[in-house]
Nanobody, 115 residues
């Protein structure tokens, strides 16, 4: 199983970035997909989650109304659109897949928001 995250970078506060996570070696459409992030000196936290059929999404309170998680099961890819970025959104963002009894992590992509 491989989760390849991409799309991170440097952006000014108020700007936007889109992350992608391409999955392989798994039945993507059966997995719940999530994005987590970890800022320096802080614990890894859940940012957003989407169910296998894409019908239900969950967001951390800190990103509600600014971030949108989505998925394309035909392309084995999940996305995180981040708008109105804040400096406190700076972190390494990780793609995560889970299915009963199993979970997988991507390698992480750095998002840096400057003031």
């Amino acid at each position: 199983v491989q989760l390849q995250a991409s799309g991170g970078g440097l952006v000014r506060a108020g700007g936007s970035l889109g992350l992608s996570c391409a999955a392989s070696g798994m039945i993507f459409s059966l997995n719940t997909m999530s994005w987590y992030r970890q800022a320096p000196g802080k614990q890894r936290e859940l940012v957003a989650r989407i169910t296998p059929n894409g019908m239900t999404t969950t967001y951390a309170d800190s990103v509600k109304g600014r971030f949108t998680i989505s998925r394309d099961n035909a392309k084995n890819t999940t996305f995180l659109q981040m708008n109105s970025l804040k400096t406190e959104d700076t972190a390494v963002y990780y793609c995560h897949a889970s299915i009963i009894g199993l979970e997988y992590w991507g390698q992480g992509t750095q998002v840096t928001v400057s003031s």
